[in-house]
């Protein structure tokens, strides 16, 4: 198994269980699984209802339990006591647990040996190994599982008991119904039944009206199922017998149904349609069809096998949580493999997914953009609940595309997401199809455009028109006035409503006012004229005193002073003004985003896991390629670092988003289609990096790019040609057709 | 019966009766009761659990029911859900019902006529009077009750049933313990039984581990009671035979013990001390004690019933809700009339209420400055739990001085609240006993003083030091730099302790440090050197759009747009530089406070019922005559406004000393003993007023002020002479003597 392509757990401890749990995740997009034990652990109840207190609810506070499970189907949300509302979390049917002479087994009681879990990412299964010294003799306990890529609602699994000796096991399976969701139960009515001999049924009627049913076969030769019956969970068992130098295989299936599935089959048709096939048939098609999204997204790294691991990861887990065609959902902030942040749907989907899909698999894109255009009567609702006309896109956004958030800081004033939102549909229109912002997305942009002439303010003295009360991406910053970052993005959406306007119903008059205000809108800087401010007071504010009062520099500063000092202080939870430059290269001179650097990194505390893409990718403009390792190193190590709470409560989805946004926008210095015509690259790869590999789909085409040792090849695996612009050289590149790219000058990285 | 003197409202409406059960709470300190029906409402039920959704404690929302029972004793606190800890709703024991061939007493389904309840302020005593054509014929019945004066703990109730002819009653009369305080249940055991042959014992154990014993006795001649039983509630009934043409009289006397009592007795013992007394003699004893309140404390005003009605109810509830000789306990924001703001202490009663006590009766303002000094443990808590020194006094304080506000945008940035609790002990010292800055009190404005040092910034580029980060007394700014108010206040704090310092633990070089930031700490002003800017920011927002967005001016503005709009604009809930300009007016010049005046009037809502007070007050000094009378009248009728809420949710006692203020500080023009050292006055009666009356208690002296008709005389009750300035002249007035003052120049008032 090749160390770039596997995750391994080797041996089990239970302060990582929840890291590793969320990182092996597993998921069709259709359905996620955390990569939880089968047999789980004891003393781990998974049904406490620990949001009575109200007080828990305001903010994600999280039970430290041993084990966390999770059985996510994107879209089921049930309403959240506070805010609108939350993904549900489903039944756990992953049980699977052998017995031996009374014994369980159990990672924590049992004698263990040569205990791994794997996450093998290239074909998305997950296997576990250990020796257990069962009361009867040593049993090699091998489990595997794979949510199938080609069945979506279908989860396999097999385990299977080896021994040297003949033992007997008695083997249970069930389904476990009685979960909660952030300690809360969202589940009004919830049956477990036995059905037929082998095979257990769950229905479920989730608070928000949505039903839900699953059912799990069990397939194992010569067993004689029986049934035990709890609250909300039925389990079955059967004696069987490993014989002497053989062994035995338990296999699992396992199907959901949803009321929202369109022309929705039950989880006994879908069961009954893989009936045939065997293990072996249905993880071979599942394996082909990852192998088909490996082709068209994996990053190859060579010379750094962590870089590579991280790396795989990040695809892996992008190409897991994205659902396939249904543009109902969007990503929610932990990539649906935990309930932190109760699976809403954050401006991490435009600006820091989005690019992944849009130059890899542009159709996986659409459904992004489709998300929010389908999201705008909500977004309608929520503008009008504030007073203003048109649209105005939710902070957190559940799959209705209602305002969730239960802070108003970021509810009422991080308002930069609808303009992030327009700036996503242009996005995809300019690397995908360009009539998308004339046809499906006009009527949004201009909505959107429309809220922000209403959301706009002229004080009086001033020649132009202000955003004032916003917090920008930096949300350290509750409430300013003119955050560059807002305004220039809102400029941008007023821009794009004035040119596509008329095929969004607006007025020739709405259209000018909305460019107009574009024009207008200020991008706040200090008396030197050359560094630009994040808003008009962060000059004003206080020092932050990192030496004195960030003491522990492995926690957040956050979690060292109080809110109150952080409201006050000039401090950055994350790239603000840097994230600007990121995005409009063209329109900072290379000594302003140095300014910028020198004087807002002093003040950054990257307590956000979205701060590091920015600045990677701006310390490569500016040829900082120690501090551009250094930030590429705090991005790709957060899920994947497990001894420091990794992805216990979910995928940090947006870092991996940004990892490949570092790679291939970054150390490839591939500009966006917004920010480039041409398909435009400028690598320089860190030292260790031998060699960096990656598709592109660009405009329609096709490409593959091929970077190592000051040369650069890119092959056009399309029809048609295209100009190609490497290091400064332009060229036209026919299909078919592989150019080689030379790194002018000395330094060659 | 005297109609300035009384309350009195004719017939009976339900949309009213929560504003009048709040208007007419009686208390005696010690204990407070809402102004309830006796027979209570069918339909109204007080034992409904809403707090069971989280959304419901976030901020205050009431459940609207006909009525609102209310039993409160100050210090008697429970667990809050969500922020520490709330004023607990203690059982209804008022319960005395006649019942009449099967139907019961009720207001809305009885036939009834000459219905009036009536307040006697003078005598704190409720009075019912209504006509009741009962199944068996008319009846008049009157209820009376008072809270004893004399003993605190009692509840004195009389029912009498009066008919021309024979009719036959049975009257019911309980204590209901099934009650709830916000829709939250605190009593985790509530014992509720009868006692001997007509009383009823209720036995408490609150949640937050006080206990608390309610006793009632019923006495009527020849009644033979029977006991009726349900959950948590006892009542007993008696056959009553009202003769043709007489009377029959029930009485009911509870008494209250709580295990914070000093030397607790039962309310057995409370109860057999007063047994030999009856109504008449116990009512005396209590109407004598209120007759020596009224003496220290009533303002006369005449030629006109209605402001005189309106400062009555002020002084009245003023008078009430204070606790005698207890400072283990402040006055909650309501007053103790109701659970909105949970009971809680808020810098109202520093700077709204102090004054009053101040000058009528020094003794009761010792407990209240006493009530900081106690919770000084707590705002060092408070301070650390911040990182900071010193101590912090809290936003919302309950009973331990622990911080209680759900809100963070007030719990963070309102940190006013710690220099006006210096500030106040300052002012106690000043006008009533010079030693207590240096004695009871230094710790704590050391300690203080110590916070705001540690709460300070120094900005590069800055020569001073700034308070940044602030929300002043306008709460509509949420987080702004170098507040005037704010700056000003601290700068006081810090002043005073480098004088009193030495006495409080304070070092010399501590103390050198505390004057040097008082004297750096800036007032922002305009270029134009004249405006004074509520903080630096004030200027930079936007326009709140009155004229467009607040279209029902009957209604608060922030009724009618969202918190947001209001967060960025240049909008004031209240008085704050304004309210800065009330406190040291020798510091700012007409022309400073004119051109504070015209800037801030247009934008300020007065939102808040505190605005009105500093208005008028400010209006005064610039002899803007019409303006102070509109403000007075904006401030005197909010709990006399039945119509419009008023107090329906527990009394505006902050209001009530806001009232107070313009009458004394306003119209009569004195000076407090912080603002001069002399007793000074400088009336200006509105033109309605014929005469104003009051008692002032100076710096040990005793005085009493007669104003009308451009004179003013001042007489001296007690033995030593004092200097009087009134109206720019200065004499020397010597004890028992009057001067008359005449009021220079033309156009007196």
Redesign the interface.
Known sequence: MSQTWSIIENGFKVSTNRAYEGLFTLGSGYLHLRGSLEEHLRDAPQNADY?R???N??SEKFVETKAKWGAYVPGIYGPH??CNSELVNLPFFLDLCPVVAGEPLDLERSRIDACTRTLDMRTATLRRELDWDSPSGRIRVSFERFVSAVRPAVCVQRMTLRADRAIEVTVFAGIDADVRTNGYDHFKEAQVTRAGVSAICCHLEIDSGDCVDIESRLIAAGAAWEQHEERRRVRLSAVLKIPAGGSVTVEKRTAVATSRDPGVKSPAEILDAADAAGWDTLHAEHAAAWAARWAGADVLIEGDDEAQLAMRASVYHLLRAHVPGDSRVAIDAKGYAGEAYWGRFFWDTEMYLLPFYLYTDPLRARTLVDFRVRALPGARDNAA???YRGARYPWESDSDGRECCPN?QYR??EIHVTADVAYAMAHYARAAEPAYVRGPAAEAIVEAARYWLDRM?R??GDSHP?I??VMGPNEYG??N?NNAYTNRLAAFALKLAAEVGQEGGATPKERCAFAEAAAGLPIPRAKDGVLVLEN??FA????PRFNE?WRNRNATYAAQ?????I???KCLKQADVLMLMMLFPHEFTDAEVKAAWDYYLPFTTHDSSLSAGAHAIIALRLGLHEQAWEFWRMSADKDIDTEHGGAAEGIHIAGCGANWQIAVLGFAGMATALQSETFTLAPQLPARWKRLVFPVAWRGSRLRVDVAAGRCEVTNLGQEGLQVRVWGESRHLPGGQMIAFERPGKGKR
Chains 1, 2 share one sequence.
């Open positions: 949001m207190r109200p007080a609810v305001t006591p506070l609940s504030y007073g108003w009422d004033h303010d004080r009086p202000s004032l009360g509750p409430i006035s008009e007071e004003t504010r206080a020092d009062l002073v109080s809110q109150e000092r409201y006050r202080s």
